[in-house]
């Protein structure tokens, strides 16, 4: 069974990077079965999609976000990164990470989800 | 910002069937298979329905999705009280990697 696990802070300044981490366990994050993705949810707001890694590097950014983004893989650690730089308080939100499905492109497994606040 | 369009509420009493739509394009609906997610209050959605219309294991039949043209939707049937939830589209297309867009979201009240 497949799991995942955000980590990182929970306030971050305004200006500043945001970073945070997924922990994959029960599957490899070298597999070539999923894809390796950030989705975030404004307090009381929908689902939007962040960006995405493939295990070969492959990056995919929404492109409201792709001048702050950058997405990266640690296969030393079986986890993969999230880092947006010159947040706002429009950042402010929960972020999940999740892991869509090669051959369905559903997201069967998600992190618990990490509320980041972006306040001075 | 969605490009999936939903009703932001539906609701009905139990026993009840309750459809929820998603309006999309033929940049994501026609071209994608869509996805159906629940989400509880305070906790990451889980997912209901992939590829249109294929229950997740272990979501009861009560679930049923269907897809023609632009639009989708998600039915309901013999309404719970622990179907109140949200409840998301959404439709991803992969070339060199993913890229996914969710729906508006609905909110179901079990009255």
């Known amino acids: 069974q497949l799991q995942l696990q955000e980590s990182g802070p929970g306030l971050v300044k305004p200006s500043e990077t945001l970073s945070l981490t997924c922990a994959v366990s029960?599957?490899?994050?070298?597999?070539?079965?999923?894809?390796w993705g950030w989705i975030r949810q404004p307090p009381g707001k929908g689902l939007e999609w962040i960006g995405s890694?493939?295990?070969?590097?492959?990056?995919y950014y929404n492109p409201s976000l792709k001048s702050r983004l950058t997405i990266s893989v640690d296969t030393s650690k079986n986890q993969f990164s999230l880092k947006l730089s010159s947040v706002t308080a429009a950042d402010t939100a929960v972020y999940y990470c999740?892991?869509?499905?090669?051959?369905?492109?559903?997201?069967?497994?998600w992190g618990q989800g990490t509320l980041v606040t972006v306040s001075s | 910002q969605s490009v999936l369009t939903q009703p932001p509420s539906a609701s009905g009493t139990p026993g009840q069937r309750v459809t929820i739509s998603c309006s999309g394009s033929?940049?994501?609906?026609?071209?994608?298979?869509v996805n159906w997610y629940q989400q509880l209050p305070g906790t990451a959605p889980k997912l209901l329905i992939y590829?249109?219309?294929q229950r997740s294991s272990g979501v009861p039949d009560r679930f049923s999705a269907s897809k023609s043209g632009t639009s989708a939707s998600l039915a309901i049937s013999g309404l719970l009280s622990e179907d109140e939830a949200d409840y998301y589209c959404?439709?991803?297309?992969?070339?060199?990697?993913?890229?996914?867009?969710f729906g508006t979201g609905t909110k179901v009240t079990v009255l």
């Open positions: 029960g599957a490899s994050i070298s597999s070539s079965s999923y894809y």
């Open positions: 959404a439709s991803c297309n992969d070339g060199l990697n993913v890229f996914c867009v």
């Open positions: 590829r249109d219309n």
């Open positions: 033929n940049s994501n609906i026609v071209s994608n298979s």
């Open positions: 890694i493939y295990y070969t590097g492959s990056t």
């Open positions: 999740a892991s869509p499905y090669i051959s369905s492109l559903s997201i069967d497994y």
